[in-house]
């Protein structure tokens, strides 16, 4: 059988390999390693799809091969055409101690640190801001959405939660690879790129004058979206073309951040 | 000072009260006693001004009474006024063993089901039916967006998340005081009741027809939720007046349920 000849098969839990992943698990050696864990078959999946090259192993629990055979087979076709470089065999013990989540499904992949720097909104003219948003699952479930709705660029400003956290990876459903992710960007050098290269500012507030559905849209625009609980930062309501609302006729005063930023990137979809 | 003379003072977990609003926890004595918990000064002070005669108690914790001083008044006048049954004081370790967060505020309160029958339908044209939404938080995102887009009646089916679980009550954020909740509800009698009452059907799927943006809407109608794993029921479907799909241009193939619902609502918001 030629075609299983490189699958690596690790059992303890003190080989460098597995030391290494369940080291990705912490922000800071993430930083230090520029690394970090995806997990799930869907998810894993995407990446082989969307961005190979940055996948560095693919872990598979002895109780996943059988399940996911398919998939299984998928890496090993990628694996001996080279465009895999690793492909790990473990029990179902060492996974446990790898994974991210209480219910793994047995596939998980190491991946490189894909994210851009702001040279890169060069080549967008629709641009997604995030500013502090600390939840990890509201993060990941804006980033899909951004995603759903075309917009192709997420810029992530610090003080929001790590875009390589694994509950935000988690929560985009395989959305980080469809977009162009700039991340833990300074305010100041951001609004400073923005004005050189002439995008408009929205930022969307409970104060806003602007109806976001009756918003006509600039060819070149970012919105930023905004914590539940803090709001928008000053310097962006200071430097806003438009500060638009969501109108809402009934008694809640407030959204959840997360669906605020849903139907806000649903009315800027492109149509 | 007679002002406070009617506050209780408790020390004993052993005290019925403290047993009482400790089983409220639980589903099964829930239901048995016909009462749930809210906590939180926001959802409590929301409760107290929307449905006051369903709040069997209030409890403060010492440190609460100190930090929300002006709230602890406001109970304090409606106790000597009558409209609050009873306002009860409990040292901090009390407090924790009643609590239902793992960041307890200090403020409490017990209320009695509210819920109405389906004939509560007969006042509403427009009805939020919630089909199998599994997640308490999702749930209470939900029932927040439903107000916040003016719906007045929201009607959960069988095998949907308890409406007074807790968690669904603190991420409702007092939104189920602003709204008819019609709870755990047959899906034939419901079916059956907006057939007779002349209510349109629409549900959303991803195989809908009709995008929801352009959407003529009925003067009465009932919008169907799904949950994001297990789709609409095929019964609706088969009743449905017309299936609708938010329409997605990007490459994400479909929305955190919680985020669908919310578009939804905003699209069929009152204009």
């Not at 109780?63 to 001996?80: S, T």
């Not at 948003?133 to 995603?147: E, S, Y």
């Amino acid at each position: 059988m030629p075609k299983s000849r490189r699958i690596e098969v690790i059992t303890s839990k003190e080989n460098e390999s597995i030391k290494r992943l369940k080291k990705l698990h912490e922000k800071k050696y993430r930083e230090e390693l520029k690394a970090f864990l995806i997990e799930g078959v869907k998810v894993v999946n995407e990446a082989l799809d969307n961005v190979s090259e940055t996948i560095n192993l693919v872990v598979f629990s002895q109780e996943a091969i059988q399940k996911y055979g398919e998939f299984f087979d998928k890496c090993i076709n990628l694996l001996n055409s080279g465009k895999l470089r690793r492909l790990v065999q473990v029990p179902e013990k060492i996974f446990e101690h790898i994974s991210t989540t209480t219910t793994p499904q047995g596939v998980l992949a190491e991946c490189s640190f894909f994210d851009k720097g702001l040279d890169v909104l060069n080549h967008h003219n629709r641009v997604v801001v995030i500013d502090c948003v600390q939840d990890p699952g509201n993060l990941g479930t804006i980033i899909r959405c951004a995603d759903a709705f075309g917009f192709e660029c997420i810029v992530t400003l610090d003080g929001t939660v790590d875009v390589y956290n694994p509950k935000v990876v988690r929560s985009a459903m395989g959305s980080i690879f469809h977009i162009d992710i700039v991340r833990e960007t300074k305010k100041e050098e951001l609004l400073e790129t923005l004005r050189e290269k002439r995008f408009a500012l929205y930022v969307t507030t409970p104060h806003g004058n602007v109806d976001i559905s009756t918003l006509s849209v600039d060819n070149r625009f970012a919105i930023v979206i905004g914590s539940e609980s803090r709001g928008i930062d000053a310097a962006f309501l200071e430097n806003a073309t438009k500060k638009v609302k969501i109108s809402m006729p009934g008694k809640a005063e407030s959204l959840n951040a997360a669906v605020a930023a849903a139907i806000v990137l649903y009315e800027l979809r492109k149509k």
